[in-house]
Each structure stands twice: as structure tokens, then as C-alpha cells.
Nanobody, 129 residues
Framework: QVQLVESGGGLVQPGGSLRLSCAAS????????IGWFRQAPGKEREGVSC???????TYADSVKGRFSISRDNAKNTVYLQMNSLEPENTAVYYC???????????????????????WGKGTTVTVSS
């Protein structure tokens, strides 16, 4: 049973940085993908970034050059480094995991929110002065 726990959210001023963490357990180490999605108030959840088992990385156009995804295999943790944060980045950030080829393609290459994603409970990021 896959379990994901997000942390690192908080209040930050515009232009600031945060690093989110997604601690994972119970996933297959050889074929998986973990993605970061976010849901702003009154909006649908949208894909932000994803990393697969082969270190392939995907970013939404709106965060390219500002956000960076990485992982620490020894800690089974995926990170999302967020720089130059903007008020529009305020949202609940969720990490999600998939482990079949079709889902990896959909979530990790297309940043699609699909039914097979196992989600964490989220961490709140607020960008405000």
C-alpha cells in the first residue's frame, strides 16, 4: 500500500522560496512516478511537475525555470524546490504516485490528473506579503 506524506508548506512573501517534500513508502522501486499537483481556491487541481523512476522530469510551463523536482532514493523522498514564488502559486500542493506504464505516461509526461493516482493529504503554500 503506497503512502505519501507531504511537508514543507507555509507562508512566504512574493519572490521567496520553499522546498516541499514528499515522503513515500510502499511503492515499487523499479517502475513508478511521483508528481506534484496543486489546487488553488476555486480551481481544479493541476499538474506542476513529475519525476519518474529513470529521472525523467516534466514541468508545467508556468513553473519552468522557477521550480525544480528531485529525489533522494535513500530517503524515498521527492522534493519540489520552488523559487521566485508568486501570489498565483498559492494552493494546496499534493504529491501523487502511479506505478503502471499507462498511468506514468499520463501523469508524468502529460501532467494529467487521473483516477489511478494515489495521493497524499497535501501541504498548503501561501504566497502573500
Amino acid at each position: 500500500q503506497v503512502q505519501l506524506v507531504e511537508s514543507g508548506g507555509g507562508l512566504v512573501q512574493p519572490g521567496g522560496s520553499l522546498r516541499l517534500s514528499c515522503a513515500a513508502s510502499g511503492f515499487h522501486p523499479d517502475y513508478y512516478a511521483i508528481g506534484w499537483f496543486r489546487q488553488a481556491p476555486g480551481k481544479e487541481r493541476e499538474g506542476v511537475s513529475c519525476i519518474n523512476a529513470y529521472d525523467g522530469k516534466t514541468y508545467a510551463d508556468s513553473v519552468k525555470g522557477r521550480f525544480s523536482i528531485s529525489r533522494d532514493n535513500a530517503k524515498n523522498t521527492v522534493y519540489l524546490q520552488m523559487n521566485s514564488l508568486e501570489p498565483e502559486n498559492t494552493a494546496v500542493y499534493y504529491c501523487g504516485e502511479v506505478n503502471d506504464a499507462r498511468s506514468v505516461n499520463a501523469m508524468c509526461e502529460q501532467l494529467r490528473d487521473i483516477d489511478t493516482i494515489v495521493w497524499g493529504k497535501g501541504t498548503t503554500v501561501t504566497v502573500s506579503s
